[in-house]
């Protein structure tokens, strides 16, 4: 069993920078591939980066690239999420999740957390 919070979340200008992070609790933790999504109102969960459980090979949706950087510490059982230049369309709640199912990019996994609000302002 794998428990999720994340963190980091807030109020930002457009072209601005916040690091999300999620802790994890959990013994297994360090085993699981990583995912952060975002859900804004009235849409679907979309997928943001993913990340081995090594944390040596990433992988991120088109509108991360180059933008979005993915990390983890499985000494410290976070995972990270490092955003620069974000615009009001990054605006949305960020939850991380544990476990994919079938996929980095398909939301089946195993956990997830409560989210962090993330709010960009133009």
């Known amino acids: 069993q794998v428990q999720l919070v994340e963190s980091g979340g807030g109020l930002v200008q457009a072209g601005g920078s916040l690091r999300l992070s999620c802790e994890a609790s959990g013994r297994t933790f360090s085993t699981f591939p990583m995912g952060w999504f975002r859900q804004a109102p009235g849409a679907e969960r979309e997928f943001v980066a993913a990340?081995?459980?090594?944390?040596?090979?990433?992988h991120y949706a088109g509108a991360a690239e180059g933008r979005f950087t993915i990390s983890r510490d499985n000494t410290k059982r976070t995972v990270y999420l490092q955003m620069q230049d974000l615009q009001p369309a990054d605006t949305a709640v960020y939850l991380c999740?544990?476990?994919?199912?079938?996929?980095?990019?398909?939301?089946?996994?195993?956990?997830w957390g409560q989210g962090t609000q993330v709010t960009v302002s133009s």
């Open positions: 999740a544990a476990d994919p199912q079938t996929g980095w990019e398909n939301p089946a996994y195993g956990y």
């Open positions: 990340i081995t459980w090594r944390g040596d090979r990433t």
